[in-house]
């Protein structure tokens, strides 16, 4: 899988999240490391990537001597810097080779979501009052933090109280409304965002380059929108492709880039094309030309909920542009010929109509999965709104 092999492994490869790395550079530059983070935000936008490279970054034999010379001897450690100077973790030394192999003893890592009880944070309480056997921090990840049992949660909370001075805990969620206010109290937060289209399709094409996959920027984009923020969803989705292309052949000069056509097959996804065309056709009460359009695009074999979801989208853009065109600008991932369509389509069009359709094909969207015929809760809403 693509994703772990260009898992970052330092703070210069992380996309996006400029605000949590340079905290963190900070704190490793001045010595000041908090002892509990909290790392929210939706997946697959780098909160594990960037836990790990902060366990790595604190273990790493440069900072180790910073540490033991309470920083007054900085400038007489051979750091590795990044840009502009910050800290970056050597990737050379003993402790940061095993990091990057997963092999770091100092770096403990709990997956909550399958180790909820109250057993486990106890474990974890004696691990963290023992030293760290290199002498130097002990990390430990929690991820999904907020499927702990209720026991659990107040036992971490006893340690997050008073926690011993050579251990750092960071915890991941998805879902930061979970968390009780107490242990909010006692965390650093940050919250990751989303990552743009640009950035996705930044990495996406670098991994291309690296792995001698020849596509086109417009197919880049495609994969990039599909992802809705999630670099990891991406990442996934261009091995997939890279699953379909013909094995050992390598690609040369006159090798045909992949294009927008050929993604949108080998994901399953429907062409951006077809969004104006059936929201024209729903406007116009084309009955007609909407009913062939859903029966196209499902005979291509596009997943019907994924366009369903992908139309209420469409949907939404249209409706805020005609209440106010300048937040288009603010929706991520619209390029120009999109938005011309969007403020089309909005400008001659009642809004209480957008809304009969938003609320329709949501509703339709839903009921697809329990359907014996995959088309017809859209043929219904199609039908319903443009009169038999
Ligand atoms: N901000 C990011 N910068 C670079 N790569 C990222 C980023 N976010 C996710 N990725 C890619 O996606 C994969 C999964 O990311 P991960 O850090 O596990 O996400 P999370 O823990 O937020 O679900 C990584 O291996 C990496 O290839
Ligand atoms: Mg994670
Ligand atoms: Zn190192």
């Not at 050992?248 to 097959?265: L, Y």
């Amino acid at each position: 899988m693509l994703y772990r092999k260009y898992r970052p492994q330092n703070f210069s490869e992380i996309v996006g999240q400029e605000h949590v790395v340079k905290t963190l550079q900070g704190a490793l530059e001045s010595g000041r490391v908090g002892h509990a983070y909290l790392f929210t935000g939706s997946r697959g936008t780098g909160k594990t990537s960037l836990a790990r490279i902060f366990a790595k970054a604190l273990n790493c034999a440069d900072f180790s001597k910073m540490r033991e010379s309470n920083f007054a001897e900085k400038s007489s450690v051979r750091r590795s810097l990044g840009e502009g100077g910050l800290p970056e973790p050597c990737n050379q030394c003993d402790s940061c080779l095993a990091a990057s192999q997963g092999n770091l003893l100092d770096l403990i890592e709990i997956d909550a979501a399958s180790n909820r009880g109250i057993d486990e944070i106890r474990n974890l309480k004696d691990s963290a009052l023992v030293a760290a056997p290199s002498g130097g921090f002990k990390v430990f990840i929690i991820d999904e933090v907020h499927m702990l049992t209720k026991d659990a949660f107040n036992a971490l909370l006893k340690i997050l109280e008073e926690p011993p001075s050579h251990v750092v805990f960071i915890l991941a969620t998805t879902e930061p409304h979970k968390i009780l206010p107490t242990v909010l109290s006692r965390v650093q937060r940050f919250d990751f965002k989303r990552l743009n289209q640009g950035q996705i399709s930044g990495k996406l094409g670098m991994m291309a380059r690296k792995e001698g996959i020849k596509i086109n920027e417009e197919a880049l984009k495609t994969i990039a929108m599909s992802a809705d923020g999630a670099l990891r969803d991406a990442e996934v989705a261009l091995s997939k492709i890279q699953a379909c292309l013909p094995v050992g052949e390598a690609s040369t000069d006159s090798t045909k880039a992949i294009s927008v056509d050929e993604v949108n097959e080998m994901l399953g996804l429907v062409s951006y094309r077809y969004y104006p065309e059936f929201v024209s056709c729903l406007l116009g009460n084309d009955k007609t030309g909407a009913l062939d359009l859903i029966q196209k695009i499902y005979l291509s074999g596009a997943d019907l909920e994924n366009f369903t979801g992908h139309l209420v989208e469409y949907m939404r853009k249209i409706l805020m542009a005609k209440i106010n065109p300048v937040v288009l600008a603010s929706i991520s991932g619209i390029n120009d010929e999109e938005t011309k369509s969007i403020l089309a389509l909005g400008q001659n069009t009642d809004g209480q109509k957008l809304i009969r359709i938003i609320v329709s094909f949501s509703n339709a969207r839903n009921e697809i999965k329990h359907s014996p015929v995959p088309q017809l809760p859209l043929e219904l809403a199609v039908i319903e709104l443009c009169g038999t």
